[in-house]
């Protein structure tokens, strides 16, 4: 699929990796340094499901890993960084039903939606960008690999992946098998199908059903489950054992527990990913910020009111990613003044120094993307004085650079 156009982004001079790079890793519950081996980061972080506009909860996980991208680039590392879209899946399917469309014409403009939305925001875009339907053939070919290795098994036409043939299955996750069960269930799984070995087995392949898309495959006519496009879209484009796999919080279970399962037989090595990093939820009134919930704020809607997408950027980043929150119209009113008062400082002829201002914005940031903390930074140096004549120009450059706004 094509991505969309990459912002160009300043080189920063100084020692990018005084401090190490650390992350918060789901599967092992702690802060972690993330090591990467070689002069090329490798990123899969989980695409949209195009039923819809982008709304703030998907703009700030994608913004979280876009941070971890930038750092990853100032420290002069490539990144090879994939994403998929879920061009193929039921939400997809019902809501195309639900308002008479043609389901490929509602995936097609919401995703180049998001692709507007993104650049907007001068989100980094991945180097591949991989829809599930173009990618029908190698998927078909993964569940065909899991069946052979006795890890599948067929229920009816379907296809099922055994989680008891995955050694680490419940690595990712940590959950308890009630935590398990309530998660499946709530998250797209199957728990109550009778037939199969074990309720949390996941759908690997769906046979044709009558009236719904389908593609010719070695298994025959159907299409693939959810966690196996992303298995096998990760696995041909950075191998097993990538840097870090990320999204937000709902994808731990069973979506990225099942994703690395897959990965483990179908590759014999584990892990799939070296870290696990999730983003927490945006809600609105009190609830996750979720299509079903219909209490969606959408990133075009802001933009075609006006709002600056630095404003908006800034007003994503001021809380930890890792922290569940609401959004209030104070949240953005926020970005917009914190926006201003930037471009007043860099507006000034001197400022304090603009080393000091790289150096402590790149420690804030490789403590676990704290952008808090970051922001704060920006803002000290804002609101001092200083003689240093070249801080404006390079405290541009920084939150360019580091922050991706442009000021
Ligand atoms: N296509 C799958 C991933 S393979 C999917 O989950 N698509 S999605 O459109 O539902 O979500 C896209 C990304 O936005 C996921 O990382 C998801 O965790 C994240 N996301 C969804 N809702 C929110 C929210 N309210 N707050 C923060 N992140 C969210
Ligand atoms: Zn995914």
Redesign the pocket.
């Known amino acids: 699929m094509q991505s969309w156009r990459a912002p160009a982004v300043p080189v920063l001079p100084g020692d990018a990796s005084a401090a190490p790079l650390q992350l918060h890793d789901s599967s092992s519950r702690q802060l972690v340094d993330v090591v990467v081996a070689g002069p090329t980061a490798r990123l899969y ?8 506009a982008t ?4 703009a ?3 913004l979280t890993f876009d941070t971890l991208v930038r750092l990853w680039r100032d420290r002069g590392l490539e990144v090879d960084y994939v994403q ?3 061009d193929i ?1 039921d ?1 997809l399917l019902e809501r195309a039903a639900r308002d008479g469309e043609d389901w490929v014409a509602v995936a097609e403009r919401e995703t180049a939606l998001f692709r507007e939305d993104m650049t907007a925001l001068r989100a980094l875009p991945p180097t591949h960008y991989v829809g599930a339907v173009e990618a029908m053939d190698e998927i078909a070919a993964f569940v065909v690999r899991l069946l052979d290795s006795g890890a599948a098994y067929r229920l009816d036409e379907d296809v099922y992946f055994s989680i008891a043939a995955a050694e680490h299955f419940g690595a990712v996750s940590a959950y308890d098998a009630d935590t398990m069960l309530a998660l499946s269930a709530e998250r797209g799984g199957d728990p109550q199908r009778p037939g199969k070995k074990h309720p949390l087995d996941p759908l690997l392949w769906l046979a044709a059903r009558p009236g719904e898309p389908s593609w010719d495959s070695p298994l025959g006519k159907g299409r693939p489950g ?1 966690h196996v ?2 298995t096998a879209i990760a696995l041909n484009r950075l191998g097993s054992g990538f840097d870090v796999q ?6 731990l279970f069973p ?1 990225h527990e099942m994703s690395a399962a897959h990965g483990e037989v179908g590759t014999g090595s584990w892990p799939f990913a070296r870290t696990y990093a ?6 609105l009134s009190g609830e ?4 079903s919930r219909g209490n969606l704020v959408f990133v075009s809607s802001l933009r075609a009111a006006g709002v600056d997408p630095g404003a908006l950027r800034l007003a994503l980043l001021a809380a930890h990613y890792r922290q569940d929150r609401e959004w209030f119209d104070s949240t953005l009113s926020a970005g917009r003044d914190r926006l201003a008062s930037w471009r007043t400082a860099v507006a000034r002829p001197t400022g304090p120094s603009g080393e000091a201002l790289v150096a402590e914005l790149r420690a804030a940031l490789s403590a676990d993307l704290d952008t808090p903390a970051a922001l704060a930074v920006v803002d000290a140096w804002a609101a001092a004085d200083g003689e240093d004549a070249s801080a404006p120009a390079l405290a541009r450059d920084a939150v360019d650079a580091l922050l991706g706004v442009s000021l």
């Open positions: 972080v989980c695409g949209i499901t195009p039923y819809d709304h703030l909860g998907h700030a996980t994608y998929n879209v879920t899946d939400p959810w496009e992303c990320g999204g937000g919080s709902d994808l979506h999730h983003a927490g939820m945006v809600g996750k910020m979720s299509k």
